[in-house]
């Protein structure tokens, strides 16, 4: 197993490019998650997803949008990237039965972001 | 107030010594408590999960207490390789599920 993966690994942009990371897992975990760690602070959860075809915003939505068109892809996009947006983007899964929550996440290895 | 707060450091340790973090939390419905390590430019890593019995795992100890809003973790007889940050990582339910992370505490364990 592959675990999570995410393409790209760095990418370099210019303010008002945009842009689609993406994300894969082959656990066959219901929920998939986008956060940004940039530092100082602790990762902060910009979407999620509880299922294919559902999204939600997290902490830090402005300026992300995401799509989970199938269970085990979760993209998210930039639409105008801004410098504010340089950070490492860490894509995570996890697996949950029911409404218990106490599942880890499994964390891809992220994607450094640069904009200029 | 952060929601989960941690002790920056760095903590400098010799190998070999017992060194131990806490983390503290604010909001008392937490469900969920983890322990991640995350090294330089690399993504986090499961260490442990903390129950409320408290837990071992080798060298690593985890411990949870609910009335305090605390978990804590034990890190006997330092490896190189333990020099790393460690994040504390709370689940909640509060409308929706998220799971809060703190800082992170860096640990360097000195040959």
């Known amino acids: 197993n592959a675990g999570v993966t995410q393409t790209p690994k760095f990418r370099v942009l210019k303010t008002g490019q945009s842009m689609t990371l993406l994300c894969a897992q082959d656990?066959?975990?219901?929920?998939m998650y986008w956060y940004r760690q940039d530092p100082g602070m602790g990762l902060r959860l910009i979407h999620y997803?509880?299922?294919?075809?559902?999204?939600a915003k997290g902490e830090v939505p402005d300026g992300y949008n995401v799509s989970r068109l199938k269970k085990q892809n979760f993209l998210l996009g930039l639409e105008s990237a801004a410098p504010s947006q340089t950070s490492v983007y860490f894509c995570?899964?996890?697996?949950?039965?029911?409404?218990?929550?106490?599942?880890?996440?499994?964390f891809g290895p992220g994607t450094r972001l640069t904009v200029t | 107030r952060k929601e989960v707060e941690q002790d920056p450091g760095p903590f400098n340790v010799p190998e070999g010594a017992t060194v131990a973090f806490n983390c503290t939390y604010s909001?008392?419905?937490?469900?969920?408590f983890f322990w991640y390590r995350q090294d330089c430019r690399k993504e986090p890593k499961l260490l442990m999960s903390?129950?409320?019995s408290g837990n071992e795992d080798g060298r690593f100890t985890a411990q949870l207490n609910r009335a305090s809003q605390y978990i804590s973790l034990l890190i006997r007889d330092s490896k190189l390789s333990d020099s790393a940050t460690y994040l504390c990582?709370?689940?909640?339910?509060?409308?929706?599920?998220?799971?809060?992370f703190g800082t992170g505490t860096r640990l360097k364990v000195l040959a």
């Open positions: 903390v129950y409320s």
């Open positions: 997803s509880v299922g294919e075809g559902t999204t």
């Open positions: 995570a899964s996890s697996w949950t039965s029911g409404s218990s929550w106490t599942y880890e996440q499994y």
């Open positions: 656990m066959n975990h219901e929920y």
């Open positions: 909001n008392s419905a937490s469900q969920s």
């Open positions: 990582v709370v689940g909640q339910l509060s409308g929706t599920y998220k799971y809060i």
